[in-house]
Nanobody, 118 residues
Framework: QVRLVESGGGLVQPGGTLRLSCANS????????AGWYRQAPGKEREMVAT????????NYADSVTGRFTISRDNAKNQVYLEMNSLKFEDTAVYYC???????????WGQGTQVTVSS
């Protein structure tokens, strides 16, 4: 059984930094790609960043480009989201998603709250 667990969320002031982590506490599998998504109150869930593990290709939402970085630690089997220069509008619940290979099944974490407030 796969169980993704996000951590690292919290309350931060505008301009601050947070680093989210996503770990799999269940059965290990090969990750085809991984991503971070967020959902603010009253809004649709949106893609923040994705990482394709085959060639380390990354993709970012325009709103976070240059401020956020997605990365992966193979040895620790974790995926990270480094968030810098945080803005009020970054406030949301952040979810990680891993896609398995070769089945291409998506697994989601339960989410971690990020609140940017002064």
């Amino acid at each position: 059984q796969v169980r993704l667990v996000e951590s690292g969320g919290g309350l931060v002031q505008p301009g601050g930094t947070l680093r989210l982590s996503c770990a799999n506490s269940g059965s290990r599998f090969y990750i085809y790609d991984a991503g971070w998504y967020r959902q603010a109150p009253g809004k649709e869930r949106e893609m923040v960043a994705t990482l394709r593990t085959t060639d380390n290709t990354t993709n970012y939402a325009d709103s976070v480009t240059g401020r956020f970085t997605i990365s992966r630690d193979n040895a620790k089997n974790q995926v990270y989201l480094e968030m810098n220069s945080l803005k009020f509008e970054d406030t949301a619940v952040y979810y990680c998603r891993w896609r398995s290979w070769p089945d291409l099944d998506d697994y989601w974490g339960q989410g971690t709250q990020v609140t940017v407030s002064s």
